[in-house]
Each structure stands twice: as structure tokens, then as C-alpha cells.
């Protein structure tokens, strides 16, 4: 069975400060994909990145950059010089590979609610 | 990108009566929309797989009778709610898949629903 864990429940930030969300995963699939997604108070959740298990290139998109590591199954997420409208409840999830009907379901971490404080 | 909307937003029904949620992919087909239901500060939980022209799948401790799922075309999933109960006060959240080629899968996130049973 798959399983996602964001040990960190809650995190306060001032902001400018750096912050990194952690992500561990478990899966017996050797093909995943790992995504994270940002949900700010209006539910509706934001797509920021998606990795698959071949790429374990780190990757950096503006103020986001992401630290992928297999061999510790680790998924963590950080935001450099963070902003108030950073401020939201962070999602890491994983998607299974297997064929079927249930193609594309997600599991999804317990989320990290991120406050960045001005 | 993909569109995916949900209607209503958010709605408040009396404890017993039925509500209906659609969920509907604007710009594309979706063979497969996935129901998520979002406790208050909680994750996304899985509810039911939904597979046009098919019965859904639902999720271990989903009940079937109580949650309807409708999948009568490529652009429309619709979940009842039978019944409503004060518990079952939720956010809920549709997802559309789409089949871009291969074993690569674009799945795209509806603003979700708030359900509220007084």
C-alpha cells in the first residue's frame, strides 16, 4: 500500500525566512509519480510540481525548488525568502503506476499548514 | 491548461434531504474523474474511482448507497449525497483524468465544493 507522510503538521515562518516541507513516501511501485500541490484558504488546490521516480533531478522554479532523493524516499519541498502569500496548506502526494481502472488516483500527505507572518 | 469546473460551490442543505454535486470537464474528455472528500484541516481522502459508462469504484468505508456516483458522459461525474447528516459536512473535490498517451496521465482538479448539513 502506498502511503505519503508530512511529519510537520504546522510551521511559522517570518517573512524572508526560508522554509522546507518534508515529504516521505512509501510505495512498492518502481514507477511513481510524486506531486506536490498548495491549498490556499479557498480550497482549491494549486499544481506547483510534479516529478516522476526516473527523474531524480532537483528542480528550481523561481522562489521553489524541490530536493528529490530515492534512496531515502524523500520529496521535500522549500521556498526561499518566503512571502506572506506563501502562506497556505501544502500538499505531497503520490501517484500509483499501476494499469486499471484506478489509474491516476492520488494518495495524498496529511498537508503542512505553512503561516508566513510579516 | 485543463479546465475543470464543479457546481455548486458551496451549498447548505437540512439534515436528510439529498444533494447533487457536479463535477464537469470544460476543454476535454475525462474517461476517468476521481470524488475526494476533505474534512476540516484534514487530507484528501479518496473516495470513488468514476469510469464513464461503468459503476464506480468506491474506497474501502465509502458507502455506496449513500454517496451516488453518476459518470453519464466524458464531461460529467455527479455525486448524490442521499440523506445528508450533519457528518457528512465536507469539502468535496472532483479530479479529471486524461489520457495524454502511453503510461503518462494529466489529471486536473475541480475548486471543490462545500458541503454544509445543518
Known amino acids: 500500500a502506498q502511503k505519503v507522510t508530512q511529519a510537520q503538521t504546522e510551521i511559522s515562518v517570518v517573512e524572508k525566512e526560508d522554509v522546507t516541507l518534508d515529504c516521505v513516501y512509501e510505495t512498492r511501485d518502481t514507477t511513481y509519480y510524486l506531486f506536490w500541490y498548495k491549498q490556499p484558504p479557498s480550497g482549491e488546490l494549486v499544481f506547483l510540481i510534479r516529478r516522476n521516480s526516473f527523474d531524480e533531478q532537483n528542480e528550481i522554479s523561481g522562489r521553489y525548488s524541490w530536493n528529490f532523493q530515492k534512496s531515502t524516499s524523500s520529496f521535500n519541498f522549500t521556498i526561499t525568502a518566503s512571502q506572506v502569500v506563501d502562506s497556505a496548506v501544502y500538499f505531497c502526494?503520490?501517484?500509483?503506476?499501476?494499469?486499471?481502472?484506478?489509474?491516476?488516483?492520488?494518495?495524498f500527505g496529511q498537508g503542512t499548514i505553512l503561516t508566513v507572518h510579516p | 491548461g485543463a479546465v475543470v469546473s464543479q457546481h455548486p460551490s458551496w451549498v447548505i442543505c437540512k439534515s436528510g434531504t439529498s444533494v447533487k454535486i457536479e463535477c464537469r470537464s470544460l476543454?476535454?474528455?475525462?474517461?476517468?474523474m476521481f470524488w475526494y472528500r476533505q474534512f476540516p484541516k484534514q487530507s484528501l481522502m479518496l473516495m470513488a474511482t468514476?469510469?464513464?459508462?461503468?459503476?464506480?469504484?468506491?474506497e474501502q468505508g465509502v458507502e455506496k448507497d449513500k454517496f451516488l456516483i453518476n459518470h453519464a458522459s466524458l464531461t460529467l461525474s455527479t455525486l448524490t449525497v442521499t440523506s445528508a447528516h450533519p457528518e457528512d459536512s465536507s469539502f468535496y473535490i472532483c479530479s479529471a483524468r486524461i489520457k495524454t498517451g502511453g503510461f503518462n496521465v494529466e489529471q486536473y482538479f475541480g475548486p471543490g465544493t462545500r458541503l454544509t448539513v445543518t
Open positions: 468514476s469510469n464513464e459508462g461503468s459503476k464506480a469504484t468506491y
Open positions: 476543454d476535454f474528455q475525462a474517461t476517468t
Open positions: 502526494a503520490l501517484r500509483e503506476s499501476a494499469g486499471g481502472t484506478s489509474y491516476g488516483k492520488l494518495t
